[in-house]
Structure formats: C-alpha cells, structure tokens
C-alpha cells in the first residue's frame, strides 16, 4: 500500500486588521506580499495549497472572535 504524505500551512488572520467586515476583500497586507487575503488564499490553491480548515478564535476574555486560523495542506514533494 503506497501511503500518501501532506505537508501543512497555517496562518492566523487577525480581523482587528480590518475596520469593516468588506476590508477583509480590499485591503491589501504586507503580510500576504501585499496581497488582499482573497488573493493570497487563491494563490495558495494555484500552487497546490487545498484549504482543509478554518475555524475562529478570540484572543479576549469576552469570547469576541477576533481572527482565525486557516489550514491548508498539499501532497509532500
């Protein structure tokens, strides 16, 4: 049996970055090579990145979701 290997990436993105819901579209980051996070994740997918996850976290007592993290994977080269 020829068992496949993946190879991950994770990123967290900060929503506090962003001034309104729309921005998360727009702005562009230094953190994605400029990129709007729409961009950089597309780009992600040309080079064989597939998005497996993405779940909301707070980084405040509130339990207010102030980002999230992404998860991506591919097959290992």
């Known amino acids: 049996m020829n068992k496949e290997s993946w ?7 900060d929503m506090r ?6 921005d998360v579209y ?3 980051l230094k953190e994605y090579e ?3 996070l729409n961009e950089y ?5 040309v080079k064989g990145w597939e ?9 405040g007592m509130m339990g207010t979701t102030t980002g999230f993290l992404f998860t ?6």
């Open 41 to 45: 994740t597309n780009e992600l997918g």
């Open 7 to 13: 190879e991950y990436y994770f990123f967290v993105q």
């Open 34 to 36: 400029g990129k709007t």
């Open 51 to 59: 998005m497996v996850n993405c779940i909301p976290y707070s980084s």
């Open 72 to 77: 991506f994977k591919r097959p290992k080269r």
């Open 17 to 22: 970055l962003f001034e309104h819901p729309g």
């Open 26 to 28: 727009q702005k562009k």
